[in-house]
């Protein structure tokens, strides 16, 4: 390098500049593999050998062919390998559940990986979104659930499908090798199947009162818990029913604070349990009846044809058999005779398993769903003024006399020991029935026929001039 013009020391100094140069590019070329064979490691820890991939043929067989138990995998980490990682147990679960429910996706699922608390914000908004106080005032109209709820809290799941989303979200913050996670993640990937083939909300827009919505939920519901459980048990006879309905709930359920929760202050806290898990208990045991029937198919036909009533969910044979359909009530429009001030808030059918749960509160277990079982219809209508004022009329049709005759004693009954003191009242105006002045104002119940008048008022009065108005 004598003949490039660099002195001696301008030399020196270009070759320990190279020097540099070259053990940098060796430290980076050392940081890419070791950083490689990380992610090599962490990938082959979530994916499941070949000997141990499940190759159970999607047959539409009237009983399910039992497979083992899903191992619980260590859930991710923090950070961008534990996304990478949530995504390498997802796919691995997905493809079981595809292959036990024998439906396959449509398109990708768009997931979205959630931390405890950005998770549990979004489930706030969509709580509010839904308006649950709305939803549950049927029930509060019954005394099923308190007028006013203190306030409704969050519960974090492991994953949960949300279909006004269209995304399945999933909690990275989970502890390592929770099978209850894996199976919660399993359960909200079905309702993402069900959404791609049947569309969730079309089905449920389609159910037009409190009973054809508790119905359609169960018929989601049920398939849902049933083909979850052949993912976690391989063979439903061998399910902890108790248990998974419990988990699933609790997962896809808010928490209401206040009375709803102390399970002994609240006289209607048993019927609330039990309107609660409803969809996935009961809604499994119908699904059951369908897949016994006819397998996977049988259920899937169902999402064109759901059942329009608790009634055919209770009872599967009038729904798969002679199709028992609900009858339309007619509840006149009565506001002329209540006069200004009052507006109605509120009309809905409950259906029989509504009816159970509200002779159940106060009437013992078999006398209470034997009076609900003969149900064929029915319409409740509640008006309201300022200062809390309320009429309510519940017009019922059943399936016979001798089933309205005992839903009409159930009712006398449960007003006599619900309403203490209740003081019998001889009819005025020479008309039917029985009525009582309670603290709760004035009730009547009178049959006529198949059908069974249901009136509570503030007054007498009041109650005398809603009847003369009904059929």
């Not at 994916?47 to 141990?52: D, F, N, V």
């Not at 300022?386 to 017009?395: H, Q, T």
């Not at 309403?419 to 006529?448: I, K």
Request: with cysteine.
């Amino acid at each position: 390098m004598r003949g490039s013009g660099f002195t001696d020391r301008q030399r020196r100094i270009v070759l320990v500049m190279v020097l540099i140069i070259a053990a940098v590019f060796a430290l980076l070329a050392g940081f890419i593999v070791t950083s490689w064979e990380s992610f090599r490691q962490a990938v082959a820890a979530v994916t499941p050998s070949p000997a141990g991939t499940p190759q159970v043929a999607a047959t539409h067989t009237p009983l399910p062919t039992p497979s083992p138990t899903p191992a619980a995998t260590p859930m991710p980490e923090e950070g961008i390998w534990s996304q990478v990682r949530a995504a390498r147990l997802f796919d691995q679960i997905a493809h079981q559940v595809e292959t036990e429910r024998a439906l396959s996706p449509r398109a990708e699922v768009p997931l979205s990986f959630l931390g405890r608390e950005e998770m549990a914000s979004m489930l706030r908004q969509l709580y509010v979104e839904r308006d649950l106080a709305s939803e549950l005032r049927p029930y509060a109209v019954l005394g099923l659930v308190p007028e006013q709820l203190t306030s409704i809290d969050v519960r974090v799941s492991a994953g949960i499908y949300v279909p006004e989303h269209e995304q399945l979200t999933v909690c990275t913050d989970q502890p390592e090798g929770d099978g209850n996670a894996q199976t919660l993640m399993a359960h909200a990937y079905i309702h993402a199947l069900q959404d791609q083939h049947f569309d969730l909300e079309a089905v449920m827009a389609r159910a037009r009162t409190v009973d054809e919505r508790l119905a359609a939920e169960a018929l989601i519901a049920g398939d849902a818990t049933l083909a979850t459980a052949l993912y976690r048990y391989g063979d439903p006879a061998s399910a902890d029913w108790t248990g998974l309905t419990e988990l699933i709930v609790a997962a896809e359920q808010p928490r209401y604070s206040g009375e709803l929760t102390a399970r002994t202050s609240w006289p209607g806290s048993e019927a609330w349990r039990r309107l609660e898990r409803f969809a996935n208990w009961e809604g499994r045991m119908f699904v059951e009846t369908l897949f016994e029937r006819g397998g996977w198919d049988e259920v899937n036909r169902a999402y064109g044809d759901p059942p329009r009533s608790t009634e055919q969910v209770l009872h599967p044979s009038r729904y798969l058999e002679e199709r028992d359909e609900p009858r339309h009530v007619v509840v006149p429009d009565v506001g002329s005779v209540l006069g200004e001030g009052w507006e109605k808030g509120l009309q809905e059918t409950l259906g029989e398993f509504v009816i159970g749960l509200y002779l159940d509160q106060v009437l013992p277990k078999e006398t209470s769903w034997q009076a609900a079982e003969g149900w064929d219809g029915d319409t409740l209508v509640v008006w309201e003024r300022e200062g809390g004022r309320r009429v309510l009329i519940w017009r019922t049709v059943w399936d016979s006399s001798a089933d309205a005759v005992a839903f009409a004693h159930s009712l006398a009954t449960l007003t006599e020991q619900r309403h203490v003191p209740a003081g019998p009242l001889s009819p005025p105006r020479g008309l039917e029935g029985q009525w009582w002045e309670t603290g709760a104002g004035t009730v009547h119940v009178c049959r006529t026929a198949r059908y069974v008048l249901f009136v509570q008022a503030p007054d007498v009065n009041t109650v005398v001039n809603v009847v003369s108005e009904l059929p």
